[in-house]
């Protein structure tokens, strides 16, 4: 498979452009090593309970805790925060008079609704006292003192516009007076903006990406939720225009402090995957890709990305998902640390192999201890009633399905009868959470987020 880099024209501030954008090619007399001897494989090999769901969390024994987050099916998961030994799962629902509105709900160590957080361990929050008020959270983090920060978006509300929406918890999961007017926050970009994701980052300032009016946006505020205009000076945000729209999916944080964000380009007819590194004032870093950004893709074939993770020597790892409709397949680049494509790694930096006879659509992906990657997502053959099957695909860190997990480096995942996979986060040396999402009967109508505890 091939990878191309193409030139952006990239329509930020001129100051960001004088520089001529580097190469994004290994260094001179670098060697293109090939077989996986680059990334050190040894210890990536999964435990001898890999796939098996943890029967000391959630209800009965399952490994499954489900959290009830809207009626009937209203409402979404996105989003797992770990502190410590409390879980937060964080998504939206809908309530009964229609407004859709954050919910968190907060898990003891063993699955179990926290009585200490909010009402039976759930808080929702809203930002108009109306039916038309509709809030959708991206994502979710916590600062050093242990206030939880909920990051999402408010849609448009009569006359206003699309705005970054944040908030902030206290312990008891009462909104914290300190932060924004009352413990929230509505960020007017001068656009709609719609977000994807967010982190908090060791300084407790708050990023968010996603999508201002067709562009690729990354944002960010301050600790106490106002807009922070030292990043990408004087506007506290970015965006990127390409092609027909840019859109951005996911967001790391370096050890320098440098942004990692992953996304997608649309032109020509056809999508792209899109990364791109900031500096911490906010400005493209030039020594990643070609002026701070890598557009890849093959001819004909749409690729969007999904997730995005730093390995410790600086590598970036992208997921997400490539191919026609109907036979999309989960796929994973590396990139060395200045945005060459890790040629070490699967075939000439790509490892995209068919896991099912249908889409396999990808939502997140997480680096193991060992440096497996583990790719979490949706699909195989629809079945009654259009549901999918959540499945977890476990690489080698050379690049390759590992044959040791699941049937061939698959898992599905039995989350409920109308069960998908949202995200994956890692909570030590052996086991992962798996959050979703289940529409069901059980134990009553409506939407819940579901967390499971699994080895790996």
Same mark, same amino acid.
């Given at each position: 498979?091939?990878?191309?880099?193409?030139?952006?024209?990239?329509?930020?501030?001129?100051?960001l452009l004088a520089e001529e954008p580097a190469a994004s090619a290994p260094p001179a007399g670098a060697d293109?090593?090939?077989?996986?001897?680059?990334?050190?494989?040894?210890?990536?090999?999964?435990?001898?309970?890999?796939?098996?769901?943890?029967?000391?969390?959630?209800?009965?024994?399952? !490994?499954?805790?489900?959290?009830?987050?809207?009626?009937?099916?209203?409402?979404?998961?996105?989003?797992?925060?770990?502190?410590?030994?409390?879980?937060?799962?964080?998504?939206?629902? @809908?309530?009964?008079? *229609?407004?859709?509105?954050?919910?968190?709900?907060?898990?003891?160590?063993?699955? =179990?609704?926290?009585?200490?957080?909010?009402?039976?361990?759930?808080?929702?929050?809203?930002?108009?006292?109306?039916?038309?008020?509709?809030?959708?959270?991206?994502?979710?983090?916590? @600062?050093?003192?242990?206030?939880?920060?909920?990051?999402?978006?408010?849609?448009?509300?009569?006359?206003?516009? =699309?705005?970054?929406?944040?908030?902030?918890? =206290?312990?008891?999961?009462?909104?914290?007076?300190?932060?924004?007017?009352?413990?929230?926050?509505?960020?007017?970009?001068?656009?709609?903006?719609?977000?994807?994701?967010?982190l908090v980052a060791p300084d407790d300032a708050i990023v968010a990406v996603g999508q201002r009016d067709g562009?690729?946006?990354?944002?960010?505020?301050?600790?106490?939720?106002?807009? #922070?205009?030292?990043?990408?000076?004087?506007?506290?945000?970015?965006?990127?225009?390409?092609?027909?729209?840019?859109?951005?999916?996911?967001?790391?944080?370096?050890?320098? !402090?440098?942004?990692?964000?992953?996304?997608?380009?649309?032109?020509?007819? @056809?999508?792209?995957?899109?990364?791109?590194?900031?500096?911490?004032? !906010?400005?493209?870093?030039?020594?990643?890709?070609?002026?701070?950004?890598?557009?890849?893709?093959?001819?004909?074939?749409?690729?969007?990305?999904?997730?995005?993770?730093?390995?410790?020597?600086?590598?970036?790892?992208?997921?997400? #998902?490539?191919?026609?409709? !109907?036979?999309?397949?989960?796929?994973?680049?590396?990139?060395?640390?200045?945005?060459?494509?890790?040629r070490a790694f699967g075939d000439e930096g790509v490892a995209a192999w068919p896991t099912t006879g249908g889409?396999?659509?990808?939502?997140?992906?997480?680096?193991?201890?060992?440096? =497996?990657?583990?790719?979490?997502?949706?699909? *195989?053959?629809?079945?009654?009633?259009?549901?999918?099957?959540?499945?977890?695909?476990?690489?080698?860190?050379?690049?390759?399905?590992?044959?040791?997990?699941?049937? *061939?480096?698959?898992?599905?995942?039995?989350?409920?009868?109308?069960?998908?996979?949202?995200?994956?986060?890692?909570?030590?040396?052996?086991?992962?959470?798996?959050?979703?999402?289940?529409?069901?009967?059980?134990?009553?109508?409506?939407?819940? *987020?579901?967390?499971?505890?699994?080895?790996?």
């Amino acid at each position: 498979m091939k990878t191309f880099y193409a030139l952006l024209l990239l329509l930020v501030p001129s100051h960001l452009l004088a520089e001529e954008p580097a190469a994004s090619a290994p260094p001179a007399g670098a060697d293109p090593a090939r077989g996986g001897g680059s990334c050190g494989c040894a210890g990536d090999e999964p435990g001898p309970l890999a796939g098996e769901l943890d029967p000391s969390f959630g209800e009965a024994g399952t !490994g499954i805790a489900r959290v009830r987050f809207g009626a009937d099916d209203d409402g979404g998961f996105f989003d797992l925060d770990v502190e410590g030994d409390r879980i937060i799962a964080a998504g939206w629902g @809908q309530g009964g008079l *229609g407004a859709i509105r954050f919910r968190l709900a907060r898990l003891t160590s063993s699955g =179990a609704p926290d009585p200490t957080f909010g009402e039976n361990g759930m808080v929702t929050t809203s930002w108009f006292n109306s039916t038309a008020a509709l809030a959708y959270l991206a994502a979710v983090g916590h @600062q050093r003192d242990g206030g939880v920060v909920a990051i999402g978006w408010h849609d448009r509300f009569r006359d206003a516009s =699309a705005d970054v929406a944040l908030a902030r918890y =206290a312990e008891d999961g009462s909104l914290d007076a300190g932060f924004g007017d009352g413990g929230k926050s509505l960020l007017d970009l001068g656009g709609d903006e719609e977000l994807r994701d967010g982190l908090v980052a060791p300084d407790d300032a708050i990023v968010a990406v996603g999508q201002r009016d067709g562009r690729l946006l990354v944002a960010r505020a301050t600790a106490d939720g106002a807009l #922070d205009t030292s990043f990408a000076s004087p506007r506290g945000y970015l965006t990127v225009s390409l092609g027909t729209s840019s859109v951005a999916e996911a967001v790391a944080l370096d050890r320098r !402090g440098r942004l990692v964000v992953a996304g997608s380009v649309e032109r020509g007819g @056809q999508r792209d995957m899109l990364v791109i590194r900031l500096r911490r004032d !906010g400005a493209l870093d030039r020594s990643f890709g070609r002026g701070g950004a890598i557009v890849a893709g093959d001819p004909g074939i749409d690729e969007r990305a999904v997730a995005v993770a730093l390995s410790p020597d600086g590598g970036v790892v992208v997921a997400g #998902d490539a191919g026609p409709e !109907g036979a999309r397949d989960f796929q994973v680049r590396r990139f060395r640390p200045d945005g060459a494509p890790d040629r070490a790694f699967g075939d000439e930096g790509v490892a995209a192999w068919p896991t099912t006879g249908g889409d396999d659509v990808a939502e997140d992906m997480a680096l193991l201890p060992g440096g =497996a990657v583990l790719v979490a997502g949706n699909g *195989g053959e629809r079945g009654e009633g259009g549901t999918t099957t959540p499945l977890l695909a476990r690489y080698t860190c050379d690049g390759a399905l590992d044959p040791a997990f699941g049937e *061939g480096g698959v898992l599905p995942v039995d989350l409920g009868e109308f069960g998908q996979l949202h995200t994956v986060k890692v909570v030590s040396e052996d086991q992962v959470l798996l959050g979703g999402g289940d529409v069901g009967m059980s134990p009553g109508p409506g939407t819940y *987020g579901v967390v499971a505890r699994m080895w790996m």
